[in-house]
C-alpha cells in the first residue's frame, strides 16, 4: 500500500514539474519571415529580375512604408542542379501575428 501511495505521489510531481517547465519559455519573440524558392528558365534570369524591379520590389517599398512588413531581400545563386532554384525572395514580418489579417492592404498596395 505504502509503494502504490509512493508511486503515485512520484507520478504527480514528474507530471506537474514537467508542466511547470514546459511553460518556461527558452526563446523570445522576434521577427518572422515568409522564403519563396524561385527556378528561373535558362537564360531568364536578369529579365526575371528586372521583372521582380518594377513590380515586386515596389509592392515590399510600399508595404515597408505601410508598415506591414519590415524589410526584404532579394538572394540569387547558382543552381546545383536542374531542378534547384537560383533566386530566393525573403521577406521579414514584425512577428508571426503581423502576417495575418492584412489582406485589404496587400490587395489596396498590389492595385
Known amino acids: 500500500m505504502k ?10 510531481v514528474v507530471v506537474f514539474s514537467t508542466g511547470s517547465i514546459a ?7 522576434g521577427s518572422a519571415w515568409t522564403v ?14 528586372n521583372s521582380l524591379k518594377t513590380t515586386w520590389k515596389a509592392v515590399q517599398d510600399e508595404a515597408i512604408k505601410q508598415g506591414l512588413i519590415v524589410s526584404y531581400k532579394i538572394l540569387e545563386g547558382t543552381a546545383s542542379n536542374p531542378d534547384d532554384w ?21 490587395d489596396a498596395i498590389s492595385a
Do not use: C, P
Open 3 to 12: 509503494a502504490r501511495i509512493l508511486a503515485v505521489i512520484v507520478l504527480l
Open 23 to 29: 511553460q518556461n519559455r527558452t526563446f523570445k519573440d
Open 36 to 49: 519563396s524558392f524561385i527556378q528561373v528558365k535558362n537564360g531568364q534570369g536578369v529579365d526575371y529580375l
Open 86 to 106: 537560383q533566386i530566393m525572395l525573403l521577406v521579414e514580418y514584425k512577428n508571426l501575428a503581423s502576417m495575418e489579417g492584412n489582406d485589404d492592404k496587400w
